[in-house]
């Protein structure tokens, strides 16, 4: 068998397994007709294999949905509908000139012990 003959069955052997791997897939209808659910019901948005919570519970329950119950689904906190200001108001300017007096008589005191 030389390498041009190889080549061709690998090839063959690829375009083979790529037309065949829809069936060699584990999609589950009848899963979907006996519960009477869609395929969403149980897979998430990516679609087949990766299961969702109703998905985990059904293939580790004998595949079966008996019992199950949904957890919570936590609520979006919604948009305050007024503006609440909270803490003290106080004027800007009186802020600072407060601080500018204690400083300027920090200074000074320490002024007056230095002399």
Known sequence: MN???LIRMILMSVIIFIFLS?????ARPDY???ESRNCPYCHTR???PQLNEVGIY???NNHSLTGFVPSPKATATP????EI????????WDVGISA????MLILALVYAIRL
């Open 32 to 34: 979907s007709a006996k």
């Open 3 to 5: 390498k041009q003959e």
């Open 46 to 48: 990516n679609g087949p």
């Open 79 to 82: 948009a305050p509908t007024e």
């Open 22 to 26: 829809p069936i060699l897939t584990s």
């Open 58 to 60: 059904y293939g580790t």
């Open 100 to 103: 500018l007096v204690t400083i």
């Open 85 to 92: 200001e909270i803490g003290v108001h106080m004027n800007t």
